[in-house]
């Protein structure tokens, strides 16, 4: 979902899928509990859920429970009174009495504090809340949407969370699919984001991606998800030089840099996906990590030709340059070439 449009973007069946359970559960005045890895839009499903519900024209709060030192955590969540601790010169309200008559969105839920926990446990149980440094409690009206990327079920039996709290937060669970798993949606996702980028560059028109670029966008596992291919897609239009051809080399690492002297870079893995088997191959440039290899020849000749289309993407298809940069004689560089038939 891009924040701008208020539109998902995919067509997965897992994607669709949660999108529906999403507002199934949205008009309900129920916590809902929101679970995916980083950059899978779980603030942006709790937006769903509120704007689908009928606490739509309330207030919309969130509070990101990672961002605050243990200290201020209670403070933000239930308010002070002036003179409570330290610092506090006047009285604040938190954010629980900031969402009264709307929703409150507790992000990455599961760093909280036990003493939070059990204070945020008596608001979910009573619907009121007490001030930091006050006695008289305060009610309020506050539907509950918390997200994580723990498995609050492990942490519970960790010692880690309240169970009592998790009983009472999981009435719907949401889990968003990591992209990885929801096929076609990379290239629906990078399409989506490359004709914006290139818009909002002035550029005349959209030429979409080449071959090499969309295999390597197929085949990167994606473990910033969403955010992540949203940033190396609009980096690789950003980057372009010729508007007019289809952008054809994308940077995963924007620290990848042949300049970083003293500081370790893991190697880049690559996939491969054999055309008959639909088997896929990863493999690394570092050599420690050359393991489950049962074809050396086949994993080499794969190797050597993903190296060929990287190279040739970046110095934009000039073969000059590429045999310059892969430090090959011009003659070495196009027998290398008609080997792995990508002279076209």
């Excluded at 197929?218 to 952008?247: I, T």
């Excluded at 996939?271 to 088997?279: A, C, H, I, M, R």
Aim: aromatic share 8%; glycine share 8%.
């Amino acid at each position: 979902m891009d924040r701008e449009s208020h539109q998902f973007i995919g067509q997965s069946s897992a994607f669709l899928d949660a999108v529906e359970r999403a507002s199934r559960a949205a008009p309900l005045n129920r916590p809902v509990l929101v679970v995916g890895e980083r950059g899978t839009g779980k603030e942006l499903i709790a937006e769903r859920l509120h704007r689908l519900s009928s606490r739509w024209d309330g207030p919309l709060v969130t509070m990101n429970c990672a961002a605050l030192p243990e200290t201020l955590i209670e403070a933000e969540l239930f308010g002070h009174e002036a003179g409570a601790f330290t610092g506090a010169t006047r009285s604040r309200e938190g954010r629980f009495e900031e969402a009264d008559g709307g929703t409150l969105f507790l992000d990455e839920l599961g760093t909280l504090s036990m003493g939070a926990q059990e204070r945020l446990l008596r608001a979910v149980e009573y619907g009121e809340v007490t001030r930091i440094g006050s006695s008289r409690p305060v009610r309020v009206d506050v539907r509950i949407v918390a997200a994580t990327n723990e498995h609050l079920p492990n942490m519970v039996e960790a010692g880690r969370f309240r169970a009592d709290l998790l009983d009472r937060l999981c009435f719907e669970v949401v889990t968003l699919p990591p992209l990885r798993v929801r096929e076609g949606d990379v290239e629906v996702l990078a399409e989506y984001y490359g004709r914006k980028m290139a818009a909002e560059l002035g550029w005349p028109g959209w030429p979409g991606f080449g071959d090499v670029a969309s295999r390597a966008l197929e085949n990167h596992l994606w473990p910033g998800n969403v955010r992540e291919l949203r940033n190396v897609v609009e980096r690789a239009v950003y980057r372009w030089a010729d508007p007019a051809q289809p952008v054809d080399y994308v940077q995963f690492d924007p620290f990848e840099s042949p300049w970083r002297s003293g500081i370790a870079q893991s190697a880049p893995t690559h996939t491969t996906v054999d055309s008959d088997t639909g088997t896929e191959t990863r493999y690394s440039t570092d050599l420690s990590q050359a393991v489950d290899v049962t074809d050396f020849r086949d994993a080499t000749e794969k190797y050597e030709k993903a190296v060929l289309e990287q190279a040739l993407a970046k110095c934009r298809y000039n073969q000059r340059q590429t045999a310059k940069a892969l430090n090959l004689s011009y003659d070495q560089l196009r027998h290398t070439l008609k080997k792995h038939d990508l002279l076209g």
